[in-house]
């Protein structure tokens, strides 16, 4: 049976509940409360399952051992942003910091910079991101700084530049929602550490980014792609759009090898058979493993990106 394209009613259903779902992942009173809420954190927690590998280190190891184990390589964020207490932002940095002693060989760590002080002083948030740097580099891991809002992307950059005075594995995402992402990349290029290209999930002006409807995005991501490619810069292609994954491995050739500047990405809950169909054509994979108490937003973002997923989200919420 043939399924019916989508109507106008119901792409605009989709849109507004991905809006919804955008503004409620920027409400930092919910990220504490729902998790701790009687009756709506268990069926939250249900929800969170599939894309959070668990709320401690332990968990996180443990499923990283797991994609290791299946040939991919794996980045792992514990998460949490917004942190507006330096106090805390210094406790935080220390979960980094054995992050990067304890997981196992094949893991690049990965952060949100105002998870560790961003947001209360640029200060605060270098000397944290250097002693996670630091640790990374003396346990031969990949350090990769997260999106943030556009709001913040300066100062993530200015940081990211900073670290890139004293350290060259430190890698940073770039969002082709983003208009200003062309000029940001040719900056990058110069210098060290891995880019990572992602469409971007955050509650956006259009005066500022792309929808993420906008068949423009689409061609913006390609071309951001294509030129990442093209240069031999390390560089992860972050998407489950099986039509671009598709048009970026024809662009590469249909083929890879294990030593290629490139790698494709998948977060976890979304896409393991984009991975092991990149793995089958040679390209080098990972999957994105998110960890830690504060996976309220990170879900809301999930689920925003295609509100399809809601449906998904009531069956799991309906589990036992």
């Not at 969170?48 to 996180?60: H, K, M, S």
């Amino acid at each position: 049976m043939i399924k019916p394209p989508p109507t106008a009613d119901t792409t605009a259903l989709s849109s507004r509940a991905a809006q919804v779902l955008r503004g409620l992942a920027l409400d930092e009173e919910l990220k504490w409360h729902v998790p701790k809420d009687p009756v709506l954190g268990p069926l939250a927690r249900r929800v969170a399952r599939r894309f959070v590998a668990g709320e401690g280190l332990t968990d996180a190891r443990d499923r990283a051992r797991r994609v290791l184990a299946e040939g991919h390589r794996v980045s792992v964020e514990y998460l949490g942003e917004s942190c507006r207490d330096p106090r805390r932002a210094t406790t935080e940095t220390d979960v980094f910091v054995d992050a990067a002693r304890l997981l196992p060989p094949g893991c690049s760590v990965s952060l949100d910079l105002s998870h560790i002080g961003l947001a209360v002083d640029g200060e605060v948030a270098l000397r944290n991101a250097s002693r996670i740097a630091r640790a990374t580099a003396e346990t031969g891991r990949e350090l990769m700084i997260s999106a943030e809002g556009s709001d913040r992307t300066d100062a993530v950059l200015a940081l990211h530049r900073a670290l890139c005075e004293r350290f060259d594995h430190v890698g940073v995402t770039v969002q082709a929602r983003l208009h200003r992402t062309a000029e940001d990349l040719r900056g990058l290029l110069a210098l060290p550490g891995r880019i990572r290209l992602v469409k971007g999930a955050f509650l956006e002006p259009r005066s500022i980014a792309y929808t993420r409807e906008d068949p423009a995005l689409a061609a913006a991501y390609l071309a951001y792609a294509e030129q990442l490619a093209d240069s031999g810069h390390r560089c992860s292609f972050a998407t489950h759009d099986w039509d671009l994954i598709h048009r970026i491995d024809q662009h590469l050739g249909g083929a890879g090898h294990e030593t290629a500047p490139w790698e494709f990405e998948t977060l976890l809950g979304l896409g393991p058979d984009r991975l092991d169909a990149m793995a089958g054509q040679g390209h080098p994979t990972r999957e994105y493993v998110v960890f830690g108490t504060e996976w309220w937003l990170y879900v809301c973002n999930r689920l925003a990106e295609d509100p399809g997923r809601l449906l998904q989200a009531l069956v799991d919420a309906a589990a036992r």
